[in-house]
């Protein structure tokens, strides 16, 4: 299951995001496996595609897929030296898949910020610093030790070395390591030190409806801020709105954001922003049972995309039958796809397309 921490300094609205996302948690049944604590959710990610074919198979039980959410506490200026709950965030942030960067861009003299005054790329770059120093200390001590590895003729050790010292002056010149030009299996062997700053982040720009943002003021804060994000993935939402909306009946949260212009919650344009951010994709199985998403990484051939549901499909398997999930829809049922010849044999080789509707045979 794809994993995202949720960073920020204090006062930025991070706690109120996640308290929203985990009214939204997926039911415990669907995912017994999941040990769930008060800094975990495990979200559903939204998806009518899935919805629409679980109605045309009348399935008895739809399963969307998954995103786990990690509320980060304790980061503040210093926590690579372990100021506040410093070492606590490091090591929880070291867990995740991808990182969701929350921000302030909003004026309120009701809601103190921890420096003053919002300036949204002073923020930026305390928490970014933060991972960066951490970073180097942690590249520092691998350093230290992989000599002794090259001293023992490791032949890896001499790629590593050389990865990690590329790694390092990326960090010394205030870069996050994922800038880094690296090969292959340089990058391969840097995934056992788990760096942070390798690790995808997006930003979410936490606004307010009733407050002064400063991307609707002409200063140098928002100029500043949109230059920054010009290459990177972003997106606006309003946590304490959204909070809001997940109190409400869906009819009136639809209402509510139809007032305001919205075509979707925040809070799903989020989740998708996380699932995307990795280039995950969706394959659907579906029946009188159970219509369920499955997760794969874009890419994936049949074979290995059969292991999401067991390992069975991907170690006996005999062939994909695939056919794409609008197409389905539009004929009805598997038995109208068949009869038409609409349903494909697809071999072990064959690249998964987000939206496939799958059935596997195996041995």
Known sequence: MLSVGI??????GKSTLFNALTKKQVAAENFPFCTIDPSVGVV???????????EMSESEKTVHAAIEFVDIAGLVKGASKGEGLGNQF?????EVDAIAHVVRVFDDTDIIHVDGDVHPMRDIEVINLELILADMETVSKRLNSVERELRSGDKEAKILKEALEKVMRTLQEGHMAHKTNLSDDEEKLLKQLNLLTMKPMFYILNKKGDGLN???TADERWAELKSFLEDKVYLELDASF????VDMTEEDAIEMRREFGLVESGLDSMIRKAYELLDLISFFTTGKQESRAWTIKRGTNAKDAGAAIHT??????IR??????DALLELGSKAAAREKGLIRAEGKDY???DGDVIEFLHS
């Open 7 to 12: 960073v920020g300094l204090p006062n930025v």
């Open 44 to 54: 559903s990610v939204p998806d009518r595609r899935l919805d629409s074919l679980s």
């Open 90 to 94: 490091l090591a929880n942030i070291r």
């Open 214 to 216: 400063v991307f609707e």
């Open 242 to 245: 959204e909070a809001e909306l």
């Open 312 to 317: 069975d499909f991907r170690d006996k398997f």
């Open 320 to 325: 994909a039958e695939t056919i794409a999930w």
């Open 351 to 353: 690249i998964v397309q």
